[in-house]
């Protein structure tokens, strides 16, 4: 990994002309703001650009994808933005993989082989480290690019909830707002509204969530079913897992997704006394130390008792 | 009103001793931090300084109250922080109403006449101004400090959530992180934990929630019987009520708290296109333009009949 600075990413950048810029699968605030951000600072340069993601964007992302016209072209440069690793890139990494020129991005587990990576796991979002790059570009941020990197330091700090968020992160939103991030608008959109069939959705996981192990351990079960009675589908399911953890005394929350074939994929959230990562790994997944997630074949009330189980395991 | 400046505060302060300052009623973030961020720097320089309010202040600010040694003093110069009106000062009304010194605010609708007021109503929080009063007095913040005023921007703000957040506001944020405030545990005690009792109650609220008016109107009821049932009570209720605005569609958000004797308090939440001090002001009631209340003398069901139909009125 030949790891470079803001300045250098900037230098190389400059040289460059037809970049594709690639965000992970299903993408969030973060890797959306760092792609559509950067390429509209690109082609305020005068170059092509374009960036794309395997999945379908979220529609309460209208704002950032309806508001960039990016042009057709061949390929010469392709950077990724907030993608740990190529598998991450979904459908797109069969295209994709081994060919990445430029990585950037925020997660220190970070595994991708670029030629060239600016790599800061101290930042809270990795639109954190594309505000610095777009400055060191010397370019003016507008109105637009200001929104799509607010919108990742928001979205990957839960509104500037987390401990992750630093005072970095704070300077750089205070910086963006002056250049005009509509703060207000984002997070309503982001975190206060709540589409018809989720609100039903959530309504049914809240009614159905149970407690374990003196109330230490508790699960949300989200099934197929749940999905036909409310109208609402996996896409729209980021904030379910954070409602396991809410509960004062909870040490390990678990939300269990059904999948349309029957087996599961299982979102952990937990404090520090569990760590999420090594629950996960229990089942061949992974993550951070307090989010972590696993698939597994079995349904969703045996997915749930082995993963109850297990978590007993993990609290002393 | 003799308004003045951050300087001419400061200035004021320092000639002072024997300083009560009065919090108010029903306290919040803001005005605790206020209260003891300015009380900790007062005692700082050597004063005898005393933060007080009417009511018990809710256990989840405990590292505020329980990390400050407050001396007892014949009080000599009284200061209100956070206070728009006398009468929000609750039973402490009675012995300082028409005795307050200075008066340091961000409401626009202050009406207190004291010696001094200094209000910008363009702070998101009242310890914003305070952050700006302990600068110009040239104290160093420290991490008890720090930890009190990040705490009321962060809540006036809903975790930097709301427009009222602006660029200052997140500089602000930045400067107390840097002095040592411990921003992801106090928004984790703030925003993430819920109580056992509150957890169950918000269970209860949401699955009675209903909408009215295609689903423009939503009603949450909390009666007393759903206390008795949960273990809550009304001093844990203040996250229901944004609870009743989340789902797309809705533009008015009716909360409805049953008291011991029978009658309503009702907590109103809208968007732009309904002013729910009107809504309120129907009802004798008042606040903001996007959050008010009102009382009813009539039981549950007829409270809710009658706002629901008057709400009607405001939706075009």
Redesign the interface.
Same mark, same amino acid.
């Given at each position: 990994m030949n790891k470079i600075n803001v300045e250098k990413c900037a230098g190389i950048l400059k040289e460059k002309d037809n970049i594709l810029i690639l965000m992970h699968a299903h993408p969030d605030g973060d890797t959306l703001g760092c792609g559509f951000g950067l390429c509209s600072a690109l082609l305020m340069m005068g170059k092509k650009a374009r960036a794309i993601c395997a999945d379908e964007i979220p529609k309460k992302f209208a704002y950032l994808y309806e508001n960039i016209d990016m042009p057709d072209f061949e390929e010469e440069y392709i950077v990724s933005v907030d993608v740990a690793a190529e598998t991450l890139l979904g459908s797109l990494a069969d295209k994709y993989a081994g060919r990445i020129n430029l990585c950037i991005d925020h997660h220190a587990s970070n595994t991708i082989k670029a030629d060239y990576t600016l790599l800061n796991a101290d930042a809270a979002a990795a639109c954190e480290i594309i505000l610095k790059v777009v400055k060191a570009l010397r370019i003016r941020v507008d109105k637009y690019m200001a929104n799509c990197l607010y919108t990742g330091l928001t979205t990957d700090t839960g509104?500037?909830?987390?401990?992750?968020?630093? =005072?970095?992160t704070? @300077?750089a939103?205070?910086?963006l707002?002056?250049y005009g991030a509509e703060?207000?608008?984002i997070?309503?959109a982001m975190?206060?509204?709540?589409?018809?069939s989720y =609100?039903a959705l959530? @309504?049914l996981a809240?009614?159905g969530?149970r407690f374990y192990n003196n109330?230490r351990v508790c699960v949300i079960k989200i099934t197929q079913e749940m999905y036909n009675q409310t109208g609402s589908n996996e896409t729209e399911t980021e904030a379910i897992p954070?409602l396991t953890?809410?509960?004062?005394?909870v040490e390990v929350g678990i939300t269990v997704f059904e999948k349309p074939d029957g087996s599961c994929k299982c979102s952990l959230r937990t404090f520090e006394s569990v760590d999420a990562s090594k629950l996960a790994g229990c089942f061949g997944g992974g993550g951070h130390k307090q989010a972590a997630a696993c698939r597994l074949e079995s349904g969703v009330e045996e997915t749930t008792r082995l993963l109850v189980e297990k978590s007993k395991e993990f609290l002393k």
């Open positions: 509104c500037f909830r987390y401990a992750s968020a630093t =005072s970095n704070y @300077r939103a205070a910086q707002i002056d703060n207000g608008i997070n309503r975190f206060e509204t709540k589409t018809k =609100s959530e @309504r809240i009614e969530m109330e954070p953890r809410q509960t004062e005394g």
